[in-house]
């Protein structure tokens, strides 16, 4: 089966990290820049993160700047999303996506699309 399945959510107090893991099946991860997105419930799905096919390409929200960390590990098939510092304001819903760049994936043009892993930030 081809899809891209997110684990590593959880409930986190604030300033704690959690690490979000982007795995694919049925298909290789190499041939797809990834990105990671959010929803919190009442607000519009937000770019978090993305990284190039390469990975020498990374991009970050400005309100994630300094405190996320995106990564690829080609040879397990998986991409990685370290978040340090977290905060109330990072508790959402969190998917990857797989499309052919960064540029791509932020207008919407993706191929794969995960089922998204929770996380909450709260005391």
């Known amino acids: 089966q081809v899809q891209l399945v997110e684990s590593g959510g959880g409930l986190v107090q604030p300033g704690g990290s959690l690490r979000l893991t982007c795995a694919a099946s049925g298909f290789t991860l190499d041939y797809y820049a990834i990105g990671w997105f959010r929803q919190a419930p009442g607000r519009e799905r937000e770019g978090v993160s993305c990284?190039?096919?390469?990975?020498?390409?990374?991009t970050y929200a400005d309100s994630v700047k300094g405190r996320f960390t995106i990564s690829r590990d080609n040879a397990k098939n998986t991409v990685y999303l370290q978040m340090n510092s977290l905060k109330p304001a990072d508790t959402a819903v969190y998917y990857c996506?797989?499309?052919?760049?960064?540029?791509?994936?932020?207008?919407?043009?993706?191929?794969?699309w995960g089922q998204g892993t929770q996380v909450t930030v709260s005391s």
């Open positions: 996506a797989a499309g052919t760049t960064c540029f791509d994936i932020s207008r919407g043009g993706y191929d794969y």
């Open positions: 990284i190039s096919r390469s990975g020498v390409s990374t």
